[in-house]
């Protein structure tokens, strides 16, 4: 099983390279479809990492990914500016379990 990274920066597709993850840069929205389909169809790909800001951009396909049961991961990481979202992990703990921490 491989996993690649779908980034909008080239500082974290060298880092996550330092991992052994290889990455592909897309820039504008058909790119990121581009990759992004490219990715999903191949049945070599287990992990499909994004960064928030491609997250953002195609948000409803990723969603619609998830849905249909597809034996992919989709992860989404920050990028080098960090989490946009300070709040993200709390509010997905009170999502997921009904409690603030």
Do not use: C, W, Y
């Amino acid at each position: 099983m491989k996993s690649i990274l779908i980034s909008d920066n080239r500082d974290t597709i060298i880092g996550l390279r330092l991992a052994n993850i290889e990455g592909v840069l897309a820039q504008t929205k058909d790119e990121i479809n581009i990759h992004f389909k490219n990715a999903v169809e191949d049945k070599e790909i287990g992990i499909i990492i994004i960064t928030e800001k491609i997250f953002e951009d195609m948000k409803e396909q990723v969603l619609e990914l998830k849905r249909s049961g597809s034996t992919q991961l989709i992860v989404t990481i920050p990028d080098r500016t960090g989490l946009k979202d300070k709040n993200f992990i709390m509010r997905h703990i009170k999502e997921s379990i009904g409690i603030k921490i």
